[in-house]
T-cell receptor, first 111, second 116 residues
């Protein structure tokens, strides 16, 4: 089966750096996504990792270790508008291709 | 910038009624998806669609659900006989590629379905 774990909530200060971790178990790993979701809105794509290592995109970076079943999303220079849920999602190719979402980490950015 | 659109934004229906949720994916995309999110819960995959057929579906996507691409632009999700537990936000998404490479999925704004 598949399982994705990420912390339920985190709080950080404006201007700081925060790291949101995600661990997963899946039999047919085929890529990991991070999405941002503001309350009442649709998820928006942040990053995609399929190979080990760090992908950097402006203030946001994502890291993947396939051997450890582990990823993190790093947010730098936090802004108040970064307060949102961050969803870790894994594409599983077992029996086809589908994307399994974690429950999300709700990030609160305080002044 | 092209975007995925969905109609209606909110649908209220009686239990047992059929509903059709509509989506217009981004025009040059090839892969289409439906997800649902029950209030306060995680996003759940329902179905993926490519080349005019279902390529993958989840356990949630039972015989009450069907998808269709009736023309070159629309992608619909039909629920034949709605149940109370079908109340959720339904998101349509599309991507330019599906299986290989960084296939960013672009989500529509969602249709909130309320079953009474």
């Amino acid at each position: 089966g598949q399982n994705i774990d990420q912390p339920t909530e985190m709080t950080a200060t404006e201007g700081a750096i925060v790291q949101i971790n995600c661990t997963y178990q899946t039999s047919g790993f085929n890529g990991l996504f991070w999405y941002q979701q503001h309350a009442g809105e649709a998820p928006t794509f942040l990053s995609y990792n399929v190979l080990d290592g760090l992908e950097e995109k402006g203030r946001f970076s994502s890291f993947l270790s396939r051997s450890k079943g582990y990823s993190y999303l790093l947010l730098k220079e936090l802004q108040m508008k970064d307060s949102a849920s961050y969803l870790c999602a894994v594409r599983d190719q077992t029996g086809g291709f589908k994307t399994i979402f974690g429950a999300g980490t709700r990030l609160f950015v305080k002044a | 910038e092209p975007e995925v659109t969905q109609t209606p934004s909110h649908q209220v229906t009686q239990m047992g009624q059929e509903v059709i949720l509509r989506c217009v994916p981004i025009s040059n995309h090839l892969y289409f998806y439906w997800y649902r999110q029950i209030l306060g819960q995680k996003v759940e995959f329902l179905v993926s669609f490519y080349n005019n057929e279902i390529s993958e579906k989840s356990e949630i996507f039972d015989d009450q659900f069907s998808v269709e691409r009736p023309d070159g632009s629309n992608f619909t999700l039909k629920i034949r006989s709605t149940k109370l537990e079908d109340s959720a936000m339904y998101f349509c998404a599309s991507s330019p590629s599906g299986m290989y490479g960084g296939n960013e999925q672009f989500f529509g704004p969602g249709t909130r379905l309320t079953v009474l």
